[in-house]
């Protein structure tokens, strides 16, 4: 197989691993995401579980990074070097907050939710791309 | 403890998937990176299959446990409108959603990911609690 194709089955298997784990650790229900972010009501801390149990093994994968020269199939880790802390990144960050709490969706599992069926959840999707659109087309282009 | 497996497994299978896309093609898993660039047509070859992994996750689970998972939406069309265009727009801004800067920035000990972590989790508190104020 050439290098291409083993990137693309790679990205696909790793994919639809996601997005089982999202399905089977209840992030894919906004009424669970929502029950977290409820600490001065009914708050369900059940998606403590999620974030640990992901932090622990991507930390692990992160080791093992570490210990690598290159990727299997690239030669080179694409991964964020900046460091400094902007104000894009806090801005974006609470506007990002506010909209997962309103609609109790992250973009990970509004995009796995769609094989459900749900029009909510294609109206969020669609909402969300132009949200995104928004930024990369115009927003961060401004004066360029 | 019962309610809680799933919730820990379910993330550690995340982390698993990350750690996969990591280590066999160098990329970050993070959602909103990978749709927004798909949306500008970048890297196509890679990110359009994850994107498709990613829905296909939940009709493994189907296949797996014989219900589809839940998914209950409570907000109205305008909220989801509202919190769709506040999702898309402020993860790119902030370059990162609960995957990148959650999972693999905190896992990375990144000081952008924990401020970013800190914020989002800080101001979706703030919203759930005003919109349970507000009878929502």
Known sequence: MTRQLLQTVAALVSGTVFGFGLALSGMLDPTRVQGFLDIFGAWDPSLVFVLGGAVLVAFMGIQIMDRMARPTFDDTFHVPAKREIDAPLVIGSALFGLGWGIGGFCPGPAIASLSVGLGQSFLFVAAMLVGMTIHDRMWSRRGR | ?136
């Not at chain 2, 550690?12 to 093609?25: D, R, V």
């Not at chain 2, 993070?30 to 498709?52: D, E, H, K």
């Not at chain 2, 990613?54 to 493994?60: F, M, R, S």
């Not at chain 2, 989790?121 to 507000?134: E, Y």
């Open chain 2, 1 to 136: 403890m019962t309610p809680y497996l799933p919730s820990l497994l379910g993330g550690m299978l995340i982390g698993l998937s990350a750690a996969m896309l990591l280590l066999l093609n160098g990329r970050i898993a993070g959602i909103s990176g990978i749709v927004g660039r798909l949306t500008q047509g970048a890297n196509v070859s890679t990110n359009l299959p994850f994107v498709a992994g990613l829905a296909l996750g939940p009709i493994v689970f189907l296949f797996a446990f014989g219900h589809w998972p839940d998914v209950q939406i409570t907000a109205g069309w305008p909220l989801i409108v509202v919190a769709g265009l506040l999702v898309g727009f402020g993860s790119r801004m902030g370059s990162g959603c609960t995957s990148g800067h959650g999972v693999l920035g905190l896992a990375r000990l990144s000081p952008r990911s924990a401020v970013a972590v800190a914020t989002f989790l800080t101001t979706g508190v703030v919203s759930v609690a005003m919109m349970r104020g507000a009878g929502l």
